[in-house]
């Protein structure tokens, strides 16, 4: 089993950024993947942005496109988010997920395609 720990979120004005943090533990792949989803109230759960472990290959949604930015740290087994010029919609509940193995960008937009997820972090953004 793979443990994922996001932190980083909170209530931030409209305009502002925040960094999301998510650490793995537990069992570890030789390669896998990362992703960050969120969920508003009353949606559904949708992609935010991936990145492959193995290339760092990054793939975002069109709607956080230019504002937010993936990385990772190999070492760490860690994966961020920082989020710039954050909207009243981007609020919402971010979780982190993993998935091991290889995948296609096509795979990793997808939320069935991941084995692992966090609890979640809150972000809130104020208008």
């Known amino acids: 089993q793979v443990q994922l720990v996001e932190s980083g979120g909170g209530l931030v004005q409209a305009g502002g950024s925040l960094r999301l943090s998510c650490a793995a533990s537990?069992?570890?792949?030789?390669?896998?993947?990362m992703g960050w989803f969120r969920q508003a109230p009353g949606k559904e759960r949708e992609f935010v942005a991936a990145?492959?472990?193995?290339?760092?290959?990054?793939n975002y949604a069109d709607s956080v496109k230019g504002r937010f930015a993936i990385s990772r740290d190999n070492a760490k087994i860690a994966v961020y988010l920082k989020m710039n010029s954050l909207k009243p919609e981007d609020t919402a509940v971010y979780y982190c997920?993993?998935?091991?193995?290889?995948?296609?960008?096509?795979?990793?937009?997808?939320?069935?395609?991941?084995?692992?997820w966090g609890q979640g972090t809150q972000v809130t953004v104020s208008s």
């Open positions: 997920a993993a998935r091991p193995g290889l995948a296609t960008m096509q795979m990793l937009a997808r939320v069935n395609d991941y084995d692992y």
């Open positions: 537990g069992r570890t792949y030789s390669s896998y993947s």
């Open positions: 990145i492959r472990w193995t290339d760092g290959s990054a």
